[in-house]
């Protein structure tokens, strides 16, 4: 394969596996630092280094990981080098408002908060289960973290999501 | 998950149904707790709402300024997994008794049994549909064939290569085919066919599962090697009928 054609190819690759992950990426980075400019950023730094380190991927059926444990470290990056303050909920930014705007009914723009106020450490295994499909035992690999303590913060993310919903069905 | 301990209690059983809502472990336990079967349901529940609200809306890719690469050194991988031939048997067996169950369906002109015999003959409809697949259905096809008041189908459990519109007891249902790690994994989203309890499907080289959504049910097969937990959840998590 001559240079020009290997680059083409690379290229291509590159643009299908995008097609593909791209809203996984972006879902993920949104839900990490729930500030939906944030994400776009993180992606966008993701996107770059996936592009440079492409060939590291052996097999595309592995690309999901990859792009996943690539969007975590941009994410963790970017917090490193702006050390932004914990999120305030009743003092949101207009992009995280955004976030949080587009609930199709009031019952879930409610829970959509709750998962907002999870701390991270609960928020992103259950992000990972439920919206990216991972196992508990992916997930401890992709946080590094044993399955043990993956279960518990999967419990305690539920039970303060079910005790919050019902507040909210009281009030 | 696989942790199946029939002497759990109602603490254990709730802390790991609360963890992974897919747990199948604790049967024994479960069928004689009325509290923790409430509580399961409530979980389960909780979970579809969870895997909605997560859900947002994600703008159009927008590349960033890709450098040049140095690729004269760069040895192509193939971009598609190739399909043990095992698996190549297993799905071989797989039409085989599907076709075997259609035709003693249609040649007696008897009507399917149940739900779980008429999901299985329907495999051998369509075998175009098992083929092993790198090839995407494109989002305006998924579209077309899953109404957006029955799933909102994305490629998380795996890549979709297959979606048609099929009919399952009369009615339109959406017929998808995913890749799975050991190939294609069949499923079908039946709004209107309800279900009491989850289905097992148990052949010799296939395994699968109907699982009870709401007033409908969701049939999962794929080979028996195939690991359909993450499936499940992936695809439960995208269905929008009322539950």
């Given at each position: 394969m001559n240079s020009s054609s290997a680059e083409s190819a690379r290229r291509r690759r590159f643009d299908q596996i995008v097609a593909v992950f791209h809203a996984d990426m972006y879902r993920y980075a949104a839900w990490l630092c729930r500030d939906k400019a944030i994400a776009e950023d993180v992606v966008q730094e993701a996107l770059l280094r996936a592009w440079k380190s492409l060939d590291a991927l052996r097999d595309d059926a592995a690309a999901k990981h990859w792009l996943l444990t690539i969007v975590r470290r941009e994410n963790a990056r970017y917090f490193e080098r702006r050390r932004l303050e914990t999120v305030d909920i009743d003092n949101l930014t207009a992009s995280q408002a955004a976030l949080l705007a587009e609930a199709p009914n009031e019952e879930l723009e409610e829970l959509r908060e709750s998962i907002y106020e999870l701390d991270d450490d609960y928020r992103e295994p259950l992000v990972l289960q439920v919206l990216m499909g991972y196992s508990t035992t992916e997930i401890g690999e992709l946080m590094g973290l044993k399955q043990g303590a993956v279960l518990t913060r999967l419990h305690r993310a539920r039970l303060k999501l079910k005790e919050k919903v019902a507040d909210d069905e009281r009030a | 998950m696989s942790r199946v301990n029939e002497l759990m209690n109602c603490d254990e059983y709730r802390e790991m149904i609360s963890a992974d809502p897919a747990f199948d472990g604790g049967a024994g336990h479960l069928s004689a707790c009325s509290e923790c079967q409430a509580f399961r349901s409530e979980i389960q529940s909780l979970n579809l709402k969870i895997a909605k609200a997560m859900q947002i809306n994600v703008p159009e890719p927008t590349l960033p300024e890709l450098p040049d690469i140095e690729t004269e050194n760069v040895v192509p991988i193939t971009a598609h997994k190739t399909f043990p031939k095992r698996a190549w048997f297993a799905m071989a067996a797989t039409m085989l008794l599907a076709a075997l169950v259609g035709v003693l369906v249609f040649d007696t002109g008897v009507h399917y049994d149940s739900l779980a015999e008429e999901v299985l003959a329907h495999l051998d409809h369509e075998p175009a549909s098992l083929r092993v697949s790198g090839t995407p259905v494109s989002n305006a096809r998924l579209a077309k064939v899953v109404p957006s008041d029955v799933a909102s189908p994305?490629?998380?459990?795996?890549?979709?290569?297959y979606a048609r519109s099929c009919e399952i007891n009369g009615k339109k249902v959406p017929h998808l085919v995913i890749q799975g790690e050991q190939g294609p994994v069949t499923i079908l989203l039946m709004p209107d066919e309800a279900v009491t309890e989850a289905v097992s499907l148990d052949g010799e080289n296939i395994h699968g599962v109907i699982l009870p959504v709401g007033a409908g049910s969701v049939a999962i097969i794929g080979a028996r090697e195939e690991k359909l937990e993450r499936i499940e959840n992936s695809v439960l998590n995208s269905v929008n009928w009322s539950t």
């Amino acid at each position: 394969m001559n240079s020009s054609s290997a680059e083409s190819a690379r290229r291509r690759r590159f643009d299908q596996i995008v097609a593909v992950f791209h809203a996984d990426m972006y879902r993920y980075a949104a839900w990490l630092c729930r500030d939906k400019a944030i994400a776009e950023d993180v992606v966008q730094e993701a996107l770059l280094r996936a592009w440079k380190s492409l060939d590291a991927l052996r097999d595309d059926a592995a690309a999901k990981h990859w792009l996943l444990t690539i969007v975590r470290r941009e994410n963790a990056r970017y917090f490193e080098r702006r050390r932004l303050e914990t999120v305030d909920i009743d003092n949101l930014t207009a992009s995280q408002a955004a976030l949080l705007a587009e609930a199709p009914n009031e019952e879930l723009e409610e829970l959509r908060e709750s998962i907002y106020e999870l701390d991270d450490d609960y928020r992103e295994p259950l992000v990972l289960q439920v919206l990216m499909g991972y196992s508990t035992t992916e997930i401890g690999e992709l946080m590094g973290l044993k399955q043990g303590a993956v279960l518990t913060r999967l419990h305690r993310a539920r039970l303060k999501l079910k005790e919050k919903v019902a507040d909210d069905e009281r009030a | 998950m696989s942790r199946v301990n029939e002497l759990m209690n109602c603490d254990e059983y709730r802390e790991m149904i609360s963890a992974d809502p897919a747990f199948d472990g604790g049967a024994g336990h479960l069928s004689a707790c009325s509290e923790c079967q409430a509580f399961r349901s409530e979980i389960q529940s909780l979970n579809l709402k969870i895997a909605k609200a997560m859900q947002i809306n994600v703008p159009e890719p927008t590349l960033p300024e890709l450098p040049d690469i140095e690729t004269e050194n760069v040895v192509p991988i193939t971009a598609h997994k190739t399909f043990p031939k095992r698996a190549w048997f297993a799905m071989a067996a797989t039409m085989l008794l599907a076709a075997l169950v259609g035709v003693l369906v249609f040649d007696t002109g008897v009507h399917y049994d149940s739900l779980a015999e008429e999901v299985l003959a329907h495999l051998d409809h369509e075998p175009a549909s098992l083929r092993v697949s790198g090839t995407p259905v494109s989002n305006a096809r998924l579209a077309k064939v899953v109404p957006s008041d029955v799933a909102s189908p994305d490629h998380s459990a795996g890549l979709i290569t297959y979606a048609r519109s099929c009919e399952i007891n009369g009615k339109k249902v959406p017929h998808l085919v995913i890749q799975g790690e050991q190939g294609p994994v069949t499923i079908l989203l039946m709004p209107d066919e309800a279900v009491t309890e989850a289905v097992s499907l148990d052949g010799e080289n296939i395994h699968g599962v109907i699982l009870p959504v709401g007033a409908g049910s969701v049939a999962i097969i794929g080979a028996r090697e195939e690991k359909l937990e993450r499936i499940e959840n992936s695809v439960l998590n995208s269905v929008n009928w009322s539950t």
